[in-house]
């Protein structure tokens, strides 16, 4: 695994610059402009770590909710293509579930497309989760449309 550090961040400009930086890479799945915004936007106000390389340069960011006191959300979550597979994101996915953890979260959920759109970048994604102790939870066709069915996923701290 390369040498990657992982660091908490608060300003709320450089979360929003490292966030449409690195979805703007990753078009298969943040090809919607009005959701990238948004993304952009939301990140401001929440928790925030992003991925540094060995230059200090940001390859990487997750940026999280917490619901109800008891379930934690990761809200938007991004490596650049060419860091992909390198441990990264389970890097960042470790530095989330301490948050939930020392925030008393029981619960993580995390949404993404469904495998009834069968779209391949999202497979990888769903297997990514699934290796990261994720379970299917519920698909919601209604909550971001027809043709982009919503998975969410769960995983339960023990």
Sequence with gaps: MMNIRIVRINDEAMKSLHTKEIL?????WF??????????KNVAKLPYWIALNQNES?????????HYGNTGDIYVFGVLPE????????????SAAEYFRQNGCKYVIVKTLSEK?????YERTRKFYT????????????????????????????
């Excluded at 090809?31 to 952009?40: I, R």
């Excluded at 940001?58 to 917490?66: E, H, L, N, Q, R």
């Excluded at 860091?83 to 996915?93: E, F, P, S, V």
């Excluded at 519920?138 to 023990?158: G, S, V």
């Design 131 to 158: 290796r990261a102790g994720f379970e299917p939870l519920i698909t919601l066709t209604e909550m971001w449309a027809e043709e982009n069915p919503c998975l969410i996923m769960i995983k339960k701290f023990d």
């Design 117 to 121: 759109a069968r779209y391949e970048p």
């Design 31 to 40: 090809g919607n402009e009005k959701a990238l915004c948004e993304y952009v």
């Design 58 to 66: 940001s390859v990487g960011f997750i940026s999280v909710k917490i």
């Design 83 to 94: 860091y992909h597979n390198q441990g990264i994101g389970k890097k960042l996915l470790a």
């Design 24 to 28: 703007r890479s990753l078009p298969e």
